[in-house]
């Protein structure tokens, strides 16, 4: 009985230890975390948590359909720099057929001969 109590108290030293990436807090991993937050990391490296993943989802995936539709404009604003078709001198790559020709009793090619 004694040895079952030491362990059930080693148990809990070690949980006071781990720290929950998904909110910073000790006790728990993130796979228990109770807190439902996402953190996301921007560009400029600052930190930005989102609590309810639900609603905040959402406007999450509309600022970021903004961007794609500033993209575009941005695209579209320098369409002239794009050609509009390939110069004779460069190959398409539609039609590109690989073929590897393999001898029967050597190592392949992409794994290393051991012996």
Same mark, same amino acid.
């Given at each position: @009985? ?11 030293s ?11 807090k ?12 996402? @953190?996301? @990391? ?15 989802? @959402? ?36 039609g ?10 050597v190592a ?8």
């Amino acid at each position: @009985m004694e040895l079952k109590k030491n362990q059930i108290e080693a148990n809990l030293s070690k949980n006071r230890d781990i720290k929950c990436f998904k909110c910073l807090k000790r006790g728990h991993i993130a796979s228990q975390c109770p807190n439902k937050r996402i @953190m996301i @990391m921007k560009d400029n490296g600052e930190l930005e948590t989102k609590d309810d993943f639900d609603n905040d989802l @959402m406007s999450f995936l509309e600022e970021d359909n903004e961007e794609l539709l500033h993209d575009e404009d941005l695209l579209i604003d320098f369409q002239d720099v794009f050609l509009d078709e390939v110069p004779s001198g460069l190959s398409s790559i539609r039609g590109i057929e690989h073929h590897i020709d393999l001898i029967p009793g050597v190592a392949l090619p992409n794994i290393p001969a051991t012996q």
